[in-house]
């Protein structure tokens, strides 16, 4: 079975420059879910689909920071004006749902963003 | 704000030596997670537990979930260098299910 696909793994950008991240779920999965890790830190959640709607995106800066997952398969993530503290690892999860609270979230291996 | 507490931040031991990393908060979870990520990758699920006082065992890998269902805590015997990684902690919340991460536990295991 297919993992997360995500692309690019690596993007250096300078600030105010805009920069988009793809994200392609295992196949089947329903739910999908964008997350920001900062060096030393443990991984921040910016949005949640559910198939093509959004269940969760409190914590999404949305005046920089926007995600669309259009046919509930692929997702983009987009950061338009890039800042410095957006340097971070931007990892894709998706997962099934089984029981919610035994949910397993399996992991893309994330794209390295550096703005400088 | 519901937060879960990894700690140690960071542990460098040497192979063989036994160690435990723990998560708190004053937070109820419906369940918890344990994930390890390893450079360069994403996290990846090592179990989930369910139930106050559960234990899972995962080869030289103990998970217990804390009666009150607030804290839990990874016991790894005879540690090897294959165990350096990143082990993270999420919780999921009571309300909506919503994990919430810890900081993690960076640890390194000398050969």
């Known amino acids: 079975e297919a993992g997360v696909a995500q692309s690019p793994r690596y993007k250096i950008i300078e600030k105010r420059q805009s920069v988009a991240f793809w994200c392609n779920p295992i196949?089947?999965?329903?739910?999908l879910y964008w997350y920001q890790q900062i060096l030393g830190q443990g991984p921040k959640l910016l949005i949640q689909?559910?198939?093509?709607?959004?269940?969760?995106d409190s914590q999404l800066p949305k005046d920089r920071f926007s995600a669309e997952r259009l046919k509930g398969v692929d997702s983009t993530l987009k950061i338009q004006p890039a800042k410095l503290e957006d340097s971070a690892v931007y990892l894709c999860?998706?997962?099934?749902?089984?029981?919610?609270?035994?949910?397993?979230?399996?992991f893309g291996p994330g794209t390295r963003l550096l703005v400088l | 704000t519901q937060l879960l507490e990894q700690s140690p931040q960071f542990l460098s031991i040497q192979e063989g030596e036994n160690l435990t990393v723990y998560c708190n908060s004053s937070?109820?979870?419906?369940?918890l997670q344990w994930y390890r990520q390893e450079p360069g990758e994403g996290p990846v699920l090592l179990v989930t537990?369910?139930?106050g006082g559960e234990v899972k065992k995962l080869k030289r890998l103990t998970f217990q979930f804390g009666d009150a269902r607030k804290d839990s805590s990874l016991h790894i015997t005879a540690a090897q260098p294959g165990d350096t990684g990143l082990y993270l902690c999420?919780?999921?919340?009571?309300?909506?299910?919503?994990?919430?991460w810890g900081a993690g536990t960076k640890l390194i295991i000398k050969p």
């Open positions: 999420a919780g999921a919340a009571e309300s909506n299910y919503q994990l919430i």
């Open positions: 999860a998706s997962s099934f749902p089984r029981g919610v609270y035994q949910e397993t979230q399996y």
């Open positions: 537990v369910v139930t």
């Open positions: 196949s089947g999965h329903a739910t």
């Open positions: 937070s109820v979870f419906s369940s």
């Open positions: 689909f559910q198939n093509n709607g959004v269940v969760d």
